[in-house]
Antibody, heavy 127, light 108 residues
Framework: EVQLVESGGGLVQSGGSLRLSCAAS????????MNWVRQAPGKGLEWVSY????????YYADSVKGRFTISRDNAKNSVYLQMNSLSAGDTAVYYC????????????????????WGQGTLVTVSS | SSELTQDPAVSVALGQTVRITCQGD??????ASWFQQKPGQAPILVAYGRHNRPSGIPDRFSGSSSGNTASLTITGAQAEDEADYYC???????????FGGGTRLTVL
């Protein structure tokens, strides 16, 4: 069974830092691309960051670029999100999500989707 | 970056059929995925790709796509289907992801 367990959330002051972890189990972690997605209280889902299976490709949402750093340790089956210069706007539940892949031979289409999510960890930034 | 647009709220009578839509330029290139989220819970995938549904998801949930619009259809809505629904796809750049604003489904 696929399991993703986030940790590291908590209360931090504006301008502070926090490091989130996501521990994966039940699948070959090193074969999967991973993402972080967040949800502010009462708001919708917002994609935050992506990391390829090897860690060689990384992307960020404009809202966190330059402040957040995603990384992974395939030996530890974990993905991380280092968050610096936090502000009240970063207050949210942070989820890690695994990417699955679908391929349609008839059209040659190959695409990914978020097939598994963790339960989330709450980050609260106080001003 | 791309945007995905959803109606904020939709209602359906118990047992009836409802369609939740999602519009965006990226949907001309990428299939949407659909997530159901109930209060206090993590999102769960209910439909993805052309017409795919994860194991364990009831067959009353089905996804489809045409042009720049993706749809999630619930055929014979149940009380337990009351939730927020989000669409998601690759951004038009192909490197990042975008979510719709979500649709709150009420089952009357």
């Amino acid at each position: 069974e696929v399991q993703l367990v986030e940790s590291g959330g908590g209360l931090v002051q504006s301008g502070g830092s926090l490091r989130l972890s996501c521990a994966a189990s039940g699948f070959t972690f090193s074969s999967y691309e991973m993402n972080w997605v967040r949800q502010a209280p009462g708001k919708g889902l917002e994609w935050v960051s992506y990391i390829s299976s090897s860690g060689s490709s990384i992307y960020y949402a404009d809202s966190v670029k330059g402040r957040f750093t995603i990384s992974r340790d395939n030996a530890k089956n974990s993905v991380y999100l280092q968050m610096n210069s936090l502000s009240a706007g970063d207050t949210a539940v942070y989820y890690c999500a695994r990417e699955g892949t679908v391929y349609y031979e008839t059209s040659g289409y190959q695409g990914n989707y978020f097939d598994s999510w963790g339960q989330g960890t709450l980050v609260t930034v106080s001003s | 970056s791309s945007e995905l647009t959803q109606d904020p709220a939709v209602s359906v009578a118990l047992g009836q059929t409802v369609r939740i839509t999602c519009q965006g330029d990226s949907l001309r290139s990428y299939y949407a995925s659909w997530f159901q989220q109930k209060p206090g819970q993590a999102p769960i995938l209910v439909a993805y790709g052309r017409h795919n549904r994860p194991s364990g998801i009831p067959d009353r949930f089905s996804g489809s796509s045409s042009g720049n619009t993706a749809s999630l259809t619930i055929t014979g809505a149940q009380a337990e289907d009351e939730a927020d629904y989000y669409c998601n796809s690759r951004d038009i750049s192909g490197h990042t992801w975008v979510f719709g604003g979500g649709t709150r489904l009420t089952v009357l």
